[in-house]
């Protein structure tokens, strides 16, 4: 059984900063592509960063220049620095990752529970 666990939400003021964590465990053979996700209320679930298993990384064009993802292969977790944060950043943040675990059978896609941002003065 694999999990994806978030941890490093919270409350924030404008124009500071939160680093969000996601520890993947349980039977992994590999993990490809890892990315954060966020769903405002009663927004759609977007795609705010992503970065391969070769360290290639891709950013909603919202976040450019703000945010910072990275991971480290060998803990098999997944970072995302943000800073300059905004009130519009304000949303339930996801990890997802596409793991296989095992070498027979194919890859799929893995979810964390969510964590709360809130950008508020």
């Known amino acids: 059984q694999v999990q994806l666990v978030e941890s490093g939400g919270g409350l924030v003021q404008p124009g500071g900063s939160l680093t969000l964590s996601c520890a993947a465990s349980?039977?992994?053979?590999?993990?490809?592509?890892m990315g954060w996700y966020r769903q405002a209320p009663g927004k759609q679930r977007e795609l705010v960063a992503a970065?391969?298993?070769?360290?290639?990384?891709n950013y909603a064009d919202s976040v450019k220049g703000r945010f910072t993802i990275s991971r480290d292969n060998a803990k098999k977790m997944v970072y995302l620095q943000m800073n300059s944060l905004k009130p519009e950043d304000t949303a339930v943040y996801y990890c997802?990752?596409?793991?296989?675990?095992?070498?027979?059978?194919?890859?799929?896609?893995?979810w964390g529970q969510g964590t709360q941002v809130t950008v508020s003065s």
């Open positions: 997802n990752a596409d793991i296989k675990f095992s070498l027979s059978f194919p890859s799929r896609t893995y």
């Open positions: 349980g039977v992994i053979f590999s993990i490809n592509a």
């Open positions: 970065i391969t298993s070769g360290l290639t990384t």
